[in-house]
């Protein structure tokens, strides 16, 4: 069910960064946890980062403290800043509701490390 949206993907040499946003209606944004997966070509989509509604994080183990996942829920959106970026990190990003178990998806947004 892809009923998010998501921009801010593209191209950038190792090192670098970009930040990701995710907006949604507020009855899928509003009242549950968000997260941010990824998926590179041939694997199989895996969970980056979690957001409770109160705001408290959690990241799996490859980020190593480089990527940041925050919300505004005034405005109905999701970030994920992604800093230090290797090549290893190419892959769809996908917006998310839910923590661990998702009932809503995003479209996707590429990013590409070069």
């Known amino acids: 069910h892809v009923q998010l949206v998501e921009s801010g993907g593209g191209s950038v040499q190792a090192g670098g960064s970009l930040k990701l946003s995710c907006t949604a209606p507020?009855?899928?944004?509003?009242?549950?946890?968000m997260s941010w997966y990824r998926q590179a070509p041939g694997k199989e989509r895996e969970l980056v980062a979690t957001i409770d509604t109160d705001g408290e994080t959690t990241y799996v183990d490859f980020v190593k403290g480089r990527f940041t996942i925050s919300r505004d829920n005034a405005k109905n959106t999701l970030y994920l800043q992604l800093n230090s970026l290797k090549t290893e990190d190419t892959a769809i990003y996908y917006c998310a509701r839910g923590l661990g178990r998702v009932d809503y998806w995003g479209q996707g947004t590429q990013v590409t490390v070069s």
């Open positions: 507020p009855y899928i944004f509003g009242t549950c946890g």
